[in-house]
């Protein structure tokens, strides 16, 4: 009777380890299997990298310029590059079925970029209203389309 108690014991340690090794494992599978969240995150990185090292330097406002933008900040910028990233992924995502993942959480988080950085331009009174009536009918339409 005294050796089972010790037996259940390295029994239960052995299972341990071979639990933490299936979870790095699954961490590791779960990247080479789904890359492109790491390459929308890195690329959000160089993009604002990118941004902020021209604002810096004084290029950025003559790019805005040329673009009739010239209201908007380097920040202004950064939130509307990553908020394109972010559909760029969505749309990837939906379009791939090997990366075909849940894109409502990423849809949003995309919004709300994109009200930040269209923010300064159209006025919050009128960003946060758009952004609410896009959720609703992004809701709406969901719903339409799973009971089908």
Known sequence: MSERPRDEKEEEKRHEKED????????E?????????????AGILIWAGFILLTGNLGYLDAWAKQLGVSDLSAW????????????L????RLAIP???????????????LFGIG???????????????????????????????
Do not use: C, H, M
Request: no cysteine.
């Open 118 to 148: 269209l923010g300064d331009r159209f006025g919050w009174e009128l960003i946060w209203p758009a952004i609410l009536i896009i959720l609703g009918l992004s809701i709406l339409l969901r719903g339409f389309v799973r009971r089908r």
């Open 76 to 87: 202004n910028f950064v939130f509307l590059g990553a908020a394109l990233l972010l559909v």
């Open 20 to 27: 933490e090794k299936r979870e790095e494992k699954s961490a």
């Open 98 to 112: 090997a990366y075909r993942r849940p894109v409502v959480g990423t849809a949003i988080f995309a919004l709300i």
């Open 89 to 92: 992924e969505i749309l990837l």
């Open 29 to 41: 599978e779960k990247w080479q299997r789904d890359p492109l969240g790491t390459v929308i995150w």
